[in-house]
Nanobody, 117 residues
Framework: QVQLVESGGGLVQPGGSLRLSCTAS????????MSWYRQVPGNQRESVAS?????????KYAESVKGRFTISRDNAKKTVYLQMNSLKPEDTAVYYC?????????WGQGTQVTVSS
């Protein structure tokens, strides 16, 4: 399995922005389908955004974040990003990075995002 390390979470006011990063340990990073998930205590983990392998030409978003969040990847840096704009209190959650090569997906440790005034 690939090791994933997320960063970039924190406390932000409603309407603010954050950029999450997830760096992978594998030199095969470009082959991985990458996703961001989030989870609120007591709730199931939900998919937020995903990006295809290679050039990342295909992206998908949860309806709740469309138009506000952007997922991207830099294969040279083995990193996937989640740019989050116009943040709302309901975006508060632990955000997890996921890497999938067709076998057992790998997860990062999570990074807390809190949107509050």
């Amino acid at each position: 399995q690939v090791q994933l390390v997320e960063s970039g979470g924190g406390l932000v006011q409603p309407g603010g922005s954050l950029r999450l990063s997830c760096t992978a340990s594998s030199n095969m990073f470009r082959l991985y389908f990458m996703s961001w998930y989030r989870q609120v205590p007591g709730n199931q983990r939900e998919s937020v955004a995903s990006i295809s392998s290679g050039s990342g030409s295909i992206t998908k978003y949860a309806e709740s974040v469309k138009g506000r969040f952007t997922i991207s990847r830099d294969n040279a840096k083995k990193t996937v990003y989640l740019q989050m704009n116009s943040l709302k209190p309901e975006d508060t959650a632990v955000y997890y990075c996921n890497a999938d090569l067709g076998g057992t997906p790998s997860w990062g440790q999570g990074t807390q995002v809190t949107v509050s005034s």
